[in-house]
């Protein structure tokens, strides 16, 4: 059974401070990892995908590495901004068995950057 | 990247009343949408996954027949809450993979989500 953890579970910083979030799953048998941001109340913003077959991906001052093997990968913030502060969640595409696959998400950081 | 809107936003009815949320997927087609619930301060739980044409697949413990997903056309997928109940009340967002970029692999796109709180 698939498990995604997400530590911390709440962050506190000032801003101008360079974030790591990590997120870990169980099992290695993976398609790809997402991570998203979701504002309060709101849907879920993509942030960044990372394939399986991919060691890291970047956009602008976000930077995701992926380790299938010791199913691990980390969000890396740089120079936090309040804007950043949101709930940011780790999600594994997962392979079944029949080829059936689903994404299964971590609780989640929720990140507060204060000025 | 790819818009996925959902309607309504938040929605408050009546204990014993059915709501109707739609999801659609405003400039790709996608054959496949998926619908998730959230509760406070918790992640997403995967619900059922809405197939274009045919029967949506629900995950183990959701009720089918209190669940209703209709998936008719390759931009629109419906989930009706039948007979709601306080218990139902939640957040539900669906979410759509644009079948042209990457197929399995591609990204997920995701709604604003709906609220839903039954009195």
């Known amino acids: 059974k698939q498990e995604v953890t997400q530590i911390p579970a709440a962050l506190s910083v000032p801003e101008g401070e360079n974030l790591v979030l990590n997120c870990s799953f169980t099992?290695?048998?993976?398609?790809?990892l997402q991570w998203f941001r979701q504002d309060p109340g709101k849907g879920l913003t993509s942030l960044l995908l990372i394939q399986s077959s991919q060691r890291e991906q970047t956009s602008g001052r976000l930077n995701a590495s992926l380790d299938k093997s010791s199913g691990r990968s980390t969000l890396y913030i740089a120079a936090s901004q309040p804007g950043d502060s949101a709930t940011y969640l780790c999600?594994?595409?997962?392979?079944?068995?029949?080829?059936?696959?689903?994404?299964?998400f971590g609780a989640g950081t929720r990140l507060a950057v204060h000025p | 990247g790819a818009v996925v809107s959902q309607h309504p936003s938040r929605v408050i009815c009546k204990s014993g009343t059915s709501v109707k949320i739609e999801c659609r997927s405003l400039d790709f087609q996608a054959t496949t949408m998926f619908w998730y619930r959230q509760f406070p301060k918790q992640s997403l739980m995967l619900m059922a996954t809405s197939n274009e044409g045919s029967k949506a697949t629900y995950e183990q413990g959701v009720e089918k027949d209190k669940f209703l997903i209709n998936h008719a056309s390759l931009t629109l997928s419906t989930l009706t809450v039948t007979s709601a109940h306080p218990e139902d009340s939640s957040f539900y967002i669906c979410?759509?993979?644009?079948?042209?970029?990457?197929?399995?692999?591609?990204?997920?796109?995701f709604g604003e989500g709906s609220r839903l709180t039954v009195l």
């Open positions: 999600a594994v595409r997962t392979l079944f068995s029949g080829g059936y696959n689903k994404l299964i």
């Open positions: 979410s759509a993979r644009d079948i042209t970029s990457g197929g399995m692999a591609g990204e997920l796109f």
């Open positions: 099992d290695s048998a993976i398609y790809n």
